[in-house]
């Protein structure tokens, strides 16, 4: 079973930077030819939907929900299965659970999409 784990969330003042990491770990998940592909970031403060804040796929593209363009950087380590998001000059409406996500595929064919659990992130004026 693939297992996303989200670190680096937590309480600062407007202004100030996070850094979120997540890791994907494929341990005892042994088909052949299994691939992570698009890795991403989604968030969701309460009573409102779950949104996309950026993602990036197994090449290295990116893209960006129009508020934190400019703000936020998503980068990736293919080679651990790990995403980060570089969060700067963050804003209250920031506020939300971040979730990490990503999709697998096998010998090339979409295999399943898979999310962590969430990691908090709170921005106080």
């Known amino acids: 079973q693939v297992q996303l784990m989200e670190s680096g969330g937590g309480l600062v003042q407007a202004g100030e930077s996070l850094r979120l990491s997540c890791a994907a770990s494929t341990s005892g998940f042994n088909i052949p030819n299994f691939n992570i592909e698009n890795m991403g970031w989604y968030r969701q403060a309460p009573e409102t939907l779950r949104k996309l804040v950026a993602t990036?796929?197994?090449?290295?593209?990116?893209n960006y929900a129009d508020s934190v363009k400019g703000r936020f950087t998503i980068s990736r380590d293919s080679a651990k299965n790990t995403v980060y998001l570089q969060m700067n000059s963050l804003k209250p409406e920031d506020t939300a659970v971040y979730y990490c996500t990503a999709d697998a595929t096998v010998d090339g064919e979409y295999y399943g999409d898979y999310w962590g659990q969430g990691t908090q992130v709170t921005v106080s004026s």
């Open positions: 990036i796929t197994s090449g290295g593209a990116t």
